[in-house]
């Protein structure tokens, strides 16, 4: 009994140990439900997933957009590194820059390059990387003083013997003299491969030299303050300034005043000749006014009205007008400035022109005509100009060495840092070499063509010394004779 007690035992079990094993493969065979919890947690990866690959492929389009230098002109337009545009001046033309990428970088560069070099082998791209984060922080300031130099030298002023009025009468000296110089910023465009507030000073200095021989000068500048925006108007219509206060001229003095006069905002003309005739109404003797511009009034003013003012009641007092580069609208307005001023209208659209203009307007004396050969712009004058050349350049070879030791600096960090091999690091050291040269060609050749100006300059000042000297010597003998 016993014995059939135990097998009917066992074959329970052994049945319900299959039910059992039976019943697990039937739910292993079962799909598993997704919890909520899971479907977010692998949106959530997807979501992160595509937004790395956004990421990176937006980082590696930054980086292709680096600029390819191919003239002097991009260099001065390329654009800061990422990690060094804070970088100064001083900083970035440091003798004592050394081959590393400064220590307040690093781990942000490394972090940068360690997502750079995973997504890319390519040894240009991981270049244009290594610009993208540490180029040059200053090239427009260092190197577009070297494109925009011209010398100016003052342009010596040498006018015909004997040059008579409209009414036939040798033109007299003025008492006094006020120049009022345009300094807005249409004077910021170019004329003649320079700017035409360079061409101005150049003609002012060569003028106030001369008159101030007879005459005692004063200089005001208006337009120099603010911008031409509308927000800097009132600022810019209302600051009138007499620069050089009237009196004996003083060419040291005088030329340092105009050269700090910087050309910015808007034209006050009818404010400029109204402040002048405030300033010396008590004034007695000659006075003449001499405008020096490039346009209209854009400040609302009547410069007609104003200049007539000033002379009015006034013999001696005359407004004339030097028009430099004017549109027909300008020029009739200052055509008729001059008219209502008593004055003359001079029309100029080159150096020569103005000067030649300006020279109307006064007589050579035996001394000016002695004193012509201290005026050719040898010796110290020229050795300045070609000085200054090699400063501009110089600065911006140093400013292309320091960012060269920093990029062959960071393609060695990479390397010690495991993120590149050694073969990679001698490419990427190539292809920085190779930059620096094509960088250092752009200047040393644009300082070759600078110098050339320089020369050019200085034979053509003095060309025009040397002629116009040999043809007043063939006047005077003629009119000994």
């Not at 009132?234 to 340092?256: D, Q, R």
Request: with cysteine; proline share 4%; charged share 30%.
């Amino acid at each position: 009994m016993k014995n059939y007690l135990l097998v009917a035992l066992l074959i329970v079990c052994t049945f319900l140990a299959g039910c059992s094993k039976g019943k697990e493969n039937v739910d292993s065979e079962l799909p598993v439900e997704q919890s909520p919890e899971n479907e977010v947690k692998q949106d959530e990866e997807e979501q992160n997933n595509q937004m790395q690959e956004s990421l990176d492929k937006s980082l590696l389009q930054n980086i292709s957009s680096v600029e390819n230098v191919q003239s002097v002109e991009d260099l001065a337009e390329l654009s800061p590194g990422s990690l060094t545009s804070e970088f100064t001046v001083e900083e970035e033309t440091s003798m004592w820059a050394k081959t590393e990428v400064p220590s307040e970088l690093r781990p942000a560069f490394l972090s940068e390059m360690k997502e750079v070099v995973k997504d890319t082998e390519d040894p240009a791209m991981i270049v244009k990387a290594l610009n993208y984060y540490l180029g040059g922080a200053q090239y427009k300031e260092l190197v577009d003083p070297l494109i925009t130099y011209h010398p100016s030298f003052t342009e010596p002023l040498m006018p015909e013997p004997y040059e008579m009025n409209e009414e036939g009468e040798r033109t007299k000296h003025p008492a006094k003299a006020l120049i009022l110089l345009d300094a807005s910023s249409s004077m910021l465009l170019y004329a003649d491969g320079r700017l035409k507030m360079d061409t101005a000073k150049s003609a002012v200095k060569s003028f106030a030299t001369a008159i101030g021989q007879k005459s005692e000068v004063s200089l005001y500048a208006y337009g120099h303050k603010g911008t031409q925006s509308a927000s800097d108007k009132t600022l810019s219509c209302g600051t009138i300034e007499e620069v050089y206060p009237l009196g004996e001229f003083k060419e040291k003095e005088f030329n340092s005043v105009l050269d700090n006069v910087k050309a910015s905002g808007w034209t006050p003309l009818a404010e400029a000749i109204k402040q002048a005739g405030i300033d010396h109404k008590d004034t007695t003797e000659d006075l003449t006014v001499y405008i020096v511009s490039d346009g209209a009034e854009t400040c609302g003013g009547d410069p007609i009205a104003e200049a007539k003012a000033f002379t009015q009641g006034k013999a001696g007092r005359h407004v004339n007008v030097i028009g430099f580069q004017v549109d027909k609208d300008a020029e009739s307005q200052l055509k008729a400035v001059a008219e209502a001023g008593n004055g003359t209208y001079m029309a100029a659209n080159s150096l020569e022109e103005m000067t030649a203009g300006i020279s109307k307007i006064w007589l050579p004396s035996d001394l000016d005509l002695v004193g012509l050969v201290y005026a050719k712009p040898i010796g110290w004058p020229k050795t300045t100009a070609l000085t200054t050349v090699s400063d501009y350049s110089n600065k911006a070879k140093k400013a292309i060495k320091v960012e060269n030791n920093r990029l062959i600096g960071a393609a060695k960090l990479l390397k010690d840092e495991a993120l590149v091999s050694d073969s990679q690091e001698e490419e990427f050291i190539t292809f920085i070499n190779d930059q620096k040269d094509a960088y250092q060609k752009l200047i040393d050749d644009l300082e070759v063509e600078k110098r050339k100006l320089v020369e050019d300059e200085v034979d053509r000042i003095v060309k025009k010394i040397d002629d116009y000297q040999a043809r007043m010597k063939e006047l005077k003998k003629q009119n000994a004779k």
